[in-house]
């Protein structure tokens, strides 16, 4: 059963509101990817709420706690405008994009989406960079998206130096081939420092390259893995400060409490949400809705 069913059949078969119902719902975030105390919290606020608003049927809670959850998702990361949104798309200032993530969690699909997007919303040019030369198929992998999508691919050999790509992707950008580089990276992690060595050298190329481009950093996280997405969230934060997170495979079995711990433990705002393997499964992330989806309201 998806998560949000649960919840709606939690509230629809609650015959009143009483203090175990609360105890049972903070279990029930707790099960649905919330942290131990941010479940707690909102329990209790919500508690709090009712009984300051005399609200005494529980067929009222949903939307109380959707909209305590939209709350939460404001505060904690302030809402993040989507790239290019209200831009002139005449505008021909370069961007830069690197899209950050452990192995597997969806980066060079979500680079293709993010390539399309850009392209067929914004009227961007955009060129993809391989710069996960870790992995030879991971190079290939974004040839097939580039040659599908009909857009351009800076790639090396497998085994070479990714700040080197990023260079050869701004010289191209530069050139007239493009006024966007989306840049896949290497889900490779095996320390703190061989990740922030090898991002220091991809920002020194930016700098040096392309100082006035817009530089972004976005981190990838996998719905699916639940509080474990929530812990490379913290290394990735601390490590790089990525602006943003794009959280990928919603559509599965993801539950989606993680995005709350996120806004509130790490202020680090989700962008956009994936859901699913096509170019077009990609959606701004939409707060209320994602609230209410959450609180079990179709
Ligand atoms: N259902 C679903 N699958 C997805 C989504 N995004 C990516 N995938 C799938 O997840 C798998 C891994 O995706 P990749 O894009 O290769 O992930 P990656 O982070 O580049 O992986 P590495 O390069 O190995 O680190 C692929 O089978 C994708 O099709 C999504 O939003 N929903
Ligand atoms: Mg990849």
Redesign the pocket.
């Known amino acids: 059963m998806k998560f949000t069913e649960k919840i709606k059949s939690f509230f629809t078969k609650s015959s009143a509101i009483s203090e175990e119902l609360f105890e049972d719902l903070t279990d029930l975030l707790v099960e649905g990817d919330f942290g131990a105390s941010d479940a707690f919290q909102t329990a209790e606020i919500l508690r709090e709420r009712c009984k300051k608003e005399k609200i005494n049927a529980p067929d009222e809670l949903p939307l109380k706690l959707a909209e305590l959850l939209e709350e939460e998702l404001k505060k904690g990361a302030g809402p993040a405008a989507p790239l290019f949104e209200g831009v002139d798309s005449g505008e021909n200032k370069l961007t830069i994009i690197l899209?950050l993530?452990?192995?597997?969690?969806?980066?060079?699909?979500?680079?293709?989406?993010l390539a399309a997007l850009y392209r067929d919303k914004y009227r961007r040019r955009p060129i993809l960079a391989a710069a996960?030369t870790f992995?030879a198929?991971?190079i290939d992998?974004l040839k097939i998206h580039g040659d599908r999508l009909g857009v351009r691919v800076v790639a090396h050999q497998h085994g070479g130096d990714p700040a080197a790509v990023v260079y050869d992707a701004v010289e191209a950008a530069q050139a007239g081939g493009g006024d966007l580089i989306i840049a896949?990276t290497?889900?490779?992690m095996h320390t703190k420092s061989a990740l922030v060595e090898e991002l220091r050298k991809i920002d020194r190329v930016v700098m040096s390259r392309a100082a006035d481009a817009r530089y972004i950093k976005y981190l990838?996280l996998?719905a699916t893995t639940g509080r474990n997405a929530l812990a490379q969230a913290e290394i990735f934060h601390e490590a790089v400060a990525p602006q943003g997170v794009i959280l990928?495979?919603?559509?599965?079995t993801a539950k989606g409490g993680v995005v709350f711990s996120l806004a509130s433990g790490l202020h680090l705002p989700v962008v956009y949400i994936?859901?699913?393997?096509k170019y077009g499964?990609?959606q701004d992330f939409d707060p209320h809705r994602y609230a209410r989806e959450f609180a079990g309201i179709a």
């Open positions: 899209l993530g452990v192995n597997g969690v969806g980066k060079t699909t979500t680079a293709a989406k996960d992995r198929a991971a992998q896949d290497a889900g490779r990838v996998d990928t495979k919603y559509d599965s994936c859901t699913g393997e499964d990609i």
